[in-house]
């Protein structure tokens, strides 16, 4: 059977079952088992690609090629290590009175669900399936960041609804245009909005319909990566929301987003011709490092400045792919995979962090190693990953964006520096507190999940040290097919 | 006859940015809807027309699903969650209303100035439909960050995705089956999802005051 077709029915199905025993104590070890599944049916379709290359499914209605099979692969198992860590997380939230049934079983079923939009976004071919993956994804988690109910929690949802929802309606503005610019020069009998029929037709593509679909497009999907000034939304939804959904939405959702982006990115280039929508994204990129960065000076929730550092990062990302040529493109998929891998692990210690002090106020936890040595040092190393300390892997792919930019364009170079500077000094000054010193936490009632936070910051270690053959492959073919200068 | 159609489309396309404006203008919820359904009836109209105009079968079902969705069921839930969080206020907004329509008409200026190269380029029938469909889009944004209250923000947002849909039925025909079923059935769940939502910002703030809604801020 077609590994994909089980990628897509396992979530399903676990989105199903849940809804209906979600809530009963075992639900979470079910939650557990189907992202098990969905990992293991993504191995295969990745076993699948190594050995065949390239692989179109469903009458060319799904494409896996480089540039998305490591994001199918990076999606699952974040998944899975995010479920084990819901494990004992949510478990704790429940016994403090935070979840009813009710609502443990919308968790469930719709974190299922989620995963299930991921990976159609990621998979699919068809560049209007893409949009409504995308919004049904969007969906899905204003679902999540409203389960506890609370007045912050409601208002982060609206705000994250509304200014996401009116993003992505540009986006399909983007897209209708995109589909008038491709039905004037792809052959009737072909489908004009799989992405491949585009690709393959992309320098025929009309300038002036695609230059303003691009806009759109990024305007629209860049508002679901977290760029600035349209990311207001982001900081909320991750320090209302589960910390498992903020762990999801940095981990992945930002990183589907600017998947979609690129896609159109290498279309637009292809019609355009010029450097129009890589200085569209440097443009942005370099405005959310500089506004990601210094907005971390003022945070005193925890979880909200981790978001802040998110959206730096994915600001660096973009101004990667907006550069384009072979080392930064290769550095941009590289920074995606570790950044998901060590922003997930920061949130995980993070949330075990928030729990035991009881609190998500920075100032009201300290001294974390003294109670609880593996949350503590699982924080500590976690946010010299996500720093970009060698040898973890953002320093990899930061130092290869760096000194990229320092051919290509050496005046981006000191406004980046100037971001990472400011970034490492907030951060650092924040965390040293929390986890040194004089602690003033307890215990919790259940051991936390840390086998996930190990696990993510080992994968970050080794691909700073080491990158397996075949992902190295992956991303040198995908950085050839995103292109640029 | 089909001279007569596309002016008969023209005709629809303006009958929708005075439904836009009138939406800016307007003050009791009630009556919003009221203009959401005849701005739905519009695109269903007009829908059919280029249906018929160029022959294309799909447009009639995507009309029927608009019609469907957008002038019977979402105005029904709609009414309902009126009368269920008994909303009987005159709407409040940020900007005086003169103001709002002097901006408005700006916004149509922009958007037509916007799309004029792109519609040059359409093969469709109605190229000049585009701007009005863009200014739409633009007008219900702007509809959307002027209104204090949680509904006409919400209304704002489908008369959005309406504005969207002509706008894909005039540049392109319409999408492509498939992409218009996600599509509604994204609105469908969206308008649920923010239906649960009024209820319960209604239930925590005991009025469905924006205002309410803006507590989270660094300090």
């Known amino acids: 059977m077609n590994p994909l077709v089980l990628v897509f029915a396992t979530p399903l199905l676990g989105s199903l079952v849940l809804a209906i025993m979600g809530h009963k104590p075992h639900g979470r070890n079910v939650n557990v088992a189907f992202s098990f599944g969905t990992l293991l049916a993504a191995m295969a379709l990745t076993i699948r690609i190594v050995a065949q290359g390239p692989l179109f499914a469903l009458s060319d209605q799904f494409f896996i090629d480089s540039l998305n099979i490591f994001l199918v692969t990076l999606t699952a198992l974040i998944g899975f290590t995010t479920s084990v860590f819901s494990r004992p997380y949510m478990r704790i939230e429940e016994d403090r009175g935070k979840m009813t049934h009710g609502r443990m079983r919308l968790y469930f079923s719709m974190y299922q669900l989620f995963s299930f939009c991921m990976l159609l976004a990621l998979t699919t071919n068809n560049m209007g399936i893409l949009w409504v993956a995308m919004e049904a994804a969007t969906l899905t988690t204003v679902l999540l960041v409203s389960v506890y109910r609370t007045p912050a929690s409601l208002e982060a949802a609206w705000k994250y609804f509304i200014l996401c929802g009116v993003g992505i309606a540009q986006a399909l503005l983007g897209t209708i245009l995109l589909y008038m610019a491709a039905q004037k020069v792809i052959e009737p009998g072909l489908n004009p909005l799989l992405w491949t029929n585009l690709n393959a037709s992309k320098l025929v593509l009309n300038p002036t319909i695609m230059s303003l679909a691009f806009v759109f497009l990024l305007v629209g999907y860049g508002t679901k990566v977290g760029l600035a000034p349209l990311h207001n939304w982001l900081p909320d939804a991750h320090a209302e929301g589960p910390t498992p959904i903020s762990a999801v939405l940095s981990g992945l959702l930002l990183n589907v987003a600017l998947y979609a982006v690129i896609r159109c990115k290498i279309l637009a280039d292809g019609a355009l011709q010029n450097n129009f929508a890589g200085n569209l994204m440097i443009g942005f990129g370099l405005l959310s490092v500089l506004v990601g960065a210094f907005s971390l000076l003022r945070q005193r929730d925890i979880k909200r400045m981790f978001s802040y550092s998110s959206i730096e990062h994915m600001g660096i990302m973009t101004f990667a792919f907006g550069m384009g040529g072979p080392i930064a493109n290769f550095a941009g998929l590289l920074h995606m995979t570790v950044h998901a891998l060590s922003k997930s692990a920061v949130f995980y210690a993070v949330g075990h962090a928030a729990q035991k002090a009881r609190s998500q106020i920075m100032d009201d936890i300290r001294g974390l190693i003294k109670v609880s040595p593996t949350v503590g040092w699982g924080l500590m190393m976690g946010t010299l990953a996500i720093l970009g300390m060698p040898p973890f892997g953002i320093f990899a792919s930061e130092f290869l964006i760096l000194t990229s930019a320092m051919h290509q364009l050496p005046w981006a170079a000191p406004v980046l520096l100037l971001g990472l500077a400011v970034a490492f000094g907030a951060i650092f000054s924040r965390v040293q507190p929390m986890v040194f010193g004089e602690t003033n936490v307890k215990p919790l009632a259940h051991p936390p999940a840390l086998l996930p936070v190990f696990l993510h910051l080992g994968l970050a270690l080794m691909l700073g040290l080491y990158i397996p053959s075949y992902l190295n492959e992956w991303f040198l073919q995908a950085a050839a097919i995103i292109g640029g200068r | ?219």
Not at chain 2, 50 to 78: C, D, G, N, R
Not at chain 2, 139 to 152: Q, V
């Open chain 2, 1 to 219: 006859m089909t001279d007569l159609s596309i002016q008969m489309i023209n005709l629809f396309a303006s009958l929708l940015l005075l439904l836009a404006f009138a939406m800016l203008a307007q003050r009791r919820v009630i009556n919003l809807v009221h203009i959401y359904a005849m701005q739905g009836l519009t695109v269903v109209a007009a829908t059919s027309l280029v249906a018929y105009v160029t022959h294309q079968e799909h447009l009639y079902y995507s009309a029927a699903m608009t019609l469907v969705l957008k002038v019977f069921l979402i105005p029904w839930i709609l009414h309902r969650l009126i009368k269920q969080l008994d909303i009987r206020w005159d709407v409040e907004t940020l900007i005086n209303i003169p103001s709002m329509m002097l901006a408005g008409i700006v916004l149509v200026v922009f958007s037509f100035n916007l799309s004029l190269p792109i519609s040059k380029l359409s093969t469709s029938v109605t190229p000049g439909t585009l701007g009005i469909a863009l200014a739409c889009v633009l007008l219900s944004f702007m509809m959307m960050i002027t209104r204090s209250k949680a509904l006409p923000q919400v209304i704002g947002f489908l008369s959005m995705e309406n504005a969207l849909v002509f706008a894909a039925t005039s540049a392109t025909y319409g999408m492509p089956m498939v992409v218009e079923l996600g599509i509604a059935l994204d609105v469908l769940v969206g308008v649920f999802i923010l239906g649960v939502f009024m209820f319960q910002i209604r239930e925590q703030f005991e009025s469905l005051d924006i205002s309410h809604l803006e507590n989270l801020k660094e300090e």
